[in-house]
């Protein structure tokens, strides 16, 4: 076995045997997002490394704490790409915080989520056990999808070793296009262009303008702009960046909390105080307000949506969307499967979790 896998796995043995709680840890750049991390740190980071790229066959193999930057190197060497646009949030991120997250870029609403992209993976459970999960190639899955249900589970139920996760080659053409839209007109105006079979691979509204990024072959990119008009963005790929990153200037306002709200691409502008911006066609809402959670959350579950708390206000109102007593059952039978002394990440997600 591997030393460094050796290493964490008895990291793994002595903790459930004291009943220790861990806290698993890459580079530490999503430490903010969920509840509060406690425990004592595990840094994956030990275990790093690609240890498969086949660009053939668009799949790339790698450790938990391999840094997101070498890969994305890696692919960009062979002009492909992680299409979901992981955000890097600084410096030391890792793929296996890029998994354990969830996060995905302003490309999800057109490539898909992470989840969407997890072909397999490697789990080391609460029992010390080495489990390996789905494969290196899309058609290999028998019964339930372990792979796609670590994306987003904050390593709750294991620490995440290693994944192998299904790449893209990068779009022959990209352009960005900004117009001038209230909220309203936006939000229809992208349900109408989402029927279309228009190249659209991010789309963001803010302060009355409509951001659109067309890519795909460059015939198709040049139809579209003619389609869809307005002004060409200079220095495009810095604010997409800025979107990705959350350091433009709607998410540095101080003083508010900053939601995420999860809503049928359809729904009206929201009736909620503070200000907002549009993302993924008008799934993804922005929320800055001084608006208490219980107002919030009522707003987005009035739509069939819900709302996650990304950054201020007290965290006690808990982060993440409360669940239905089904849903929270069928959590609880997963965590006591996977981590059955409840050593891994404990109330990450949830406060039972």
């Known amino acids: 076995m591997h030393a460094e896998l050796e290493q964490l796995r008895q990291q793994v043995l002595d903790a459930s045997a004291n009943g220790t709680p861990l806290q698993l840890r890459g580079g530490g750049t999503k430490e903010w997002y969920g509840q509060a991390p406690h ?27 391999t840094p997101l930057a070498e890969i994305d190197a890696a692919l960009a060497e062979k002009n492909q790409m992680l299409a979901f646009e992981p955000p890097y949030f600084g410096d030391g991120a890792t793929i296996g915080g890029v998994v354990a997250s969830g996060l995905s870029g302003p490309r999800r609403a057109a490539a898909g989520a992470v989840r969407d992209f997890m072909l397999g993976a490697v789990l080391l459970d609460g029992h010390g056990e080495v489990l ?12 339930y999808d372990v792979s796609r249900l670590l994306a987003g589970s904050l390593g709750t139920l294991g620490l995440l070793l290693e994944v192998s996760i299904k790449v893209l080659p ?10 001038v839209l209230d909220q309203a007109a ?4 992208l ?9 659209i691979s991010a789309s963001a509204w803010c302060d009355g303008q409509l951001t659109i990024r067309l890519s795909g072959a460059r015939a198709a990119v040049a139809a579209a702009e003619q389609k869809i008009g307005g002004a060409a963005l200079p220095d495009a790929d810095d604010f997409w960046r800025s979107m990705r990153e959350q350091s433009a200037d709607f998410f540095s306002r101080e003083g508010l909390a900053l939601w995420r709200l999860s809503v049928p691409s359809t729904t009206a502008p929201l009736a909620l105080p503070g200000q907002q911006l549009i993302e993924w066609g008008g799934a993804q ?6 608006a208490s959670a219980l107002e919030v959350r009522a707003a ?27 849903v929270a059952a069928i959590h609880q039978r997963l965590k006591k499967s996977f981590d059955p002394a409840g050593i891994f990440n404990p109330g990450r997600l949830y406060p039972e979790l």
């Open 191 to 199: 349900n109408r262009w989402g029927g279309q079979p228009l190249p």
């Open 300 to 326: 987005a579950a009035a739509v069939g949506g819900h709302a996650t708390l990304y950054v201020g206000d007290d965290k006690a109102v808990g982060v993440f969307h409360p669940l239905q007593p089904a």
């Open 132 to 143: 390996h999960f789905g494969g290196q190639v899309m058609k290999n899955v028998a019964g």
């Open 186 to 189: 936006a939000i229809a105006q």
């Open 170 to 179: 990068k779009p022959f053409a990209e352009t960005t296009r900004r117009l």
């Open 39 to 65: 425990g004592k740190i595990v840094d994956t980071r030990v275990y790093c490394g690609i240890v498969d790229y086949d660009p053939t066959e668009l799949v790339v193999t790698a450790r938990c704490g």
């Open 285 to 290: 809402r922005w929320l800055q307000t001084r």
